[in-house]
């Protein structure tokens, strides 16, 4: 079983940053892909940025230029470097671990974009 534990969301004035970690209990070159996703109250869950088990990272197109996803495979981490947030990133912030049969999922930590 997968467990992934994120932290680092809180309160941000727009056009400041955070960073979010996501701590994975297996080794992350286990999983085909990791990466995160967000969900605004009353929203589907969408895919913020994602990491390949080879490098490859994909960004939604409103958070391109702004995010960055990266990893630590030693420590079993991965990031979501968020730069330049806007009141529109406000959402509760999930990392997604994907292997070939299963998703695993995080508990969430909530990003506050407000002044």
């Known amino acids: 079983q997968v467990q992934l534990v994120e932290s680092g969301g809180g309160l941000v004035q727009p056009g400041g940053s955070l960073r979010l970690s996501c701590a994975s209990s297996?080794?992350?070159?286990?999983?085909?892909?990791m990466g995160w996703y967000r969900q605004a109250p009353g929203k589907q869950r969408d895919l913020v940025a994602k990491i390949t088990v080879g490098g490859t990272t994909s960004y939604a197109d409103s958070v391109k230029g702004r995010f960055t996803i990266s990893r630590d495979p030693a420590k079993k981490m991965v990031y979501l470097q968020m730069n330049e947030l806007k009141p529109e990133d406000t959402a509760v912030y999930h990392c997604?671990?994907?292997?070939?049969?299963?998703?695993?999922w995080g508990q969430g930590t909530q990003v506050t974009v407000s002044s």
């Open positions: 297996v080794n992350i070159f286990e999983l085909n892909s």
């Open positions: 997604n671990g994907k292997s070939l049969r299963y998703d695993y």
